[in-house]
């Protein structure tokens, strides 16, 4: 499967962007997708992540309650909605697709495909 984000810029604290993930070349509807984060010298974080079928994505504690994802099976699609941003969202954001177990959902290397970065940056 192949995956492109998109939807990155430049926004206000407390500020709102929508990152999209499309993808192709796999059934999507089987995998699941999750958005990562890096900032320059530091490794690659976990967001947020949707499995196939289930309704309840996970989200790492930095941004529960301010983050949304969703996913389209239909449109192959995948979103990050970003509400209430801050200064530390300032990262480059990666949507990735594997078939990760529950235990290893927030972990990089349980995921096979990556789409490019796509720039947030938060400031004033």
């Known amino acids: 499967v192949q995956l492109q984000a998109s939807g990155g810029g430049l926004a206000q604290p407390g500020g709102s962007l929508r990152l999209s993930c499309a993808t192709s070349g796999g059934t999507f509807s089987g995998y699941t997708v999750a958005w990562f984060r890096q900032t320059p010298g530091k490794e690659r974080m976990f967001v947020a992540a949707?499995?196939?079928?289930?309704?309840?994505?996970y989200y790492a504690d930095s941004v529960k309650g301010r983050f949304t994802m969703s996913r389209d099976n239909a449109k192959n699609m995948a979103y990050l909605q970003m509400d209430s941003l801050k200064l530390d969202d300032t990262a480059n954001y990666f949507c990735?697709?594997?078939?990760?177990?529950?235990?290893?959902?927030?972990?990089?290397?349980?995921?096979?495909?990556w789409g490019q970065g796509t720039l947030v940056t938060v400031s004033s």
């Open positions: 949707s499995k196939p079928f289930n309704s309840n994505p």
């Open positions: 990735a697709a594997g078939r990760p177990i529950t235990s290893t959902i927030s972990r990089p290397s349980a995921y096979s495909a």
